[in-house]
């Protein structure tokens, strides 16, 4: 069983920059390829990013590509969503989701996920 726990969220203006944490507990966070996704009021959940157990490998969205990083740092059973250059756009509930024993980078759809954090939201002003 992994619990996820999301933080780092709340309101930016436009241009600026916030680093979201996902914090796993268990023991087999290590295991896990991990995804962030979002979701927009009124909008289908969106894939953002995800990243491989070891953090060797990512993937994003094409739309946050250059401007979000994910990363890891599986001795704090933590993973992370840095955003940079964020738009009002931007603006939605950001949620990570552990996928056990997939090797690759986390996938972009959500069915493959077996855990899921509440969410954290994020706002951006114009």
């Known amino acids: 069983q992994v619990q996820l726990v999301e933080s780092g969220g709340g309101l930016v203006q436009a241009g600026g920059s916030l680093r979201l944490s996902c914090a796993a507990s268990?023991?087999?966070?290590?295991?896990?390829?991990m995804g962030w996704f979002r979701q927009a009021p009124g909008k289908e959940r969106e894939f953002v990013a995800g990243i491989s157990r070891s953090g060797g490998s990512t993937n994003y969205a094409d739309s946050m590509k250059g401007r979000f990083t994910i990363s890891r740092d599986n001795a704090k059973n933590t993973v992370y969503l840095q955003m940079n250059s964020l738009k009002p756009e931007d603006t939605a509930v950001y949620t990570c989701a552990a996928e056990r024993g997939y090797l690759g980078a986390g996938r972009a759809s959500p069915q493959v996920y077996d855990y899921w954090g509440q969410g954290t939201q994020v706002t951006v002003s114009s």
């Open positions: 268990g023991r087999t966070f290590s295991s896990c390829a």
